[in-house]
């Protein structure tokens, strides 16, 4: 598959913004209530590098190795923000904690314990996000809603993280209606978690891609998840 050119990425990239603007305009919230995150899995640093050029810092990945190789290459963007997206397993959770900014799926205390420890302290905490599961898929990762509370508790007493608050991707729904109801749940259990722990800087929303990019506006999204309207079609990756 041909890579997009320049003048493509700077098109679908003015059409993402355009489109997040619309969606923050129709939902009454201010224009930068919300912020892209450019899915880069699968596309390589050029790619990104073109991206950043055009304006875009905020950059999500979903495969470590992978995303350590671009990092590399691209290290001389001082300002670039690098999210982990993707499942983590506990023997990579040492590479995310050394070479990422934010990590928006954490699901278990095991797996924040070890990015508190494993973070080097120079780098300052730890920006983090626990992934629900906020419509109960056997096939999602993701913690439940009604067990939030006590990991929340815990991320917050360690100190090499800073809990920020939720991500989560729901099942797929035809209508807007049915879009916004697993997000408004999301919205819902970070407005409890913000209650119950009012000193935590709890103001991210971690929701909302391609398909449903209105609901999640709608619903309070802080960021929004966009790949292939960003990149064009994903390539294969080995990883």
Not at 2 to 22: K, Q, V
Not at 97 to 118: G, M, T
Not at 210 to 231: N, Q, W
């Amino acid at each position: 598959m041909a890579e997009m050119t320049d003048t493509m990425l700077f098109e679908s990239l003015t059409s993402a913004r355009r489109r997040l603007a619309d969606a923050l305009a129709a939902a009454g919230r201010a224009p930068d209530a919300a912020q892209l995150l450019a899915v880069s899995k699968t596309k390589p640093a050029g790619m990104i590098r073109e991206a950043w050029q055009l304006g875009q810092r905020e950059f999500g990945e979903n495969y470590v190795q992978e995303a350590l190789e671009k990092q590399a290459e691209l290290a001389d963007l001082a300002d670039i923000v690098w999210h982990f997206i993707g499942p983590l397993q506990g023997n990579k959770t040492r590479a995310v904690a050394e070479h990422f900014d934010w990590v928006h799926s954490v699901d278990r205390e095991k797996i924040a314990r070890r990015l508190n420890d494993q973070r080097p302290e120079e780098l300052g905490p730890l920006e983090v996000c626990l992934q629900v599961n906020i419509s109960d898929e056997e096939s999602k990762s993701g913690i439940a809603v009604d067990e939030l509370h006590d990991l929340a508790q815990a991320v917050l007493a360690m100190p090499r993280l800073r809990l920020r608050g939720l991500m989560a991707i729901p099942a797929p729904a035809a209508t807007l209606a049915e879009q916004r109801a697993p997000l408004a749940r999301l919205r819902q259990a970070l407005e409890a978690l913000q209650e119950r722990f009012p000193e935590a800087p709890l103001d991210t929303l971690s929701m909302g891609m391609s398909d449903d990019l209105e609901a999640a506006v709608h619903e309070g999204a802080t960021l929004v998840r966009l790949g292939t309207a960003i990149f064009g079609a994903r390539n294969n990756s080995p990883r």
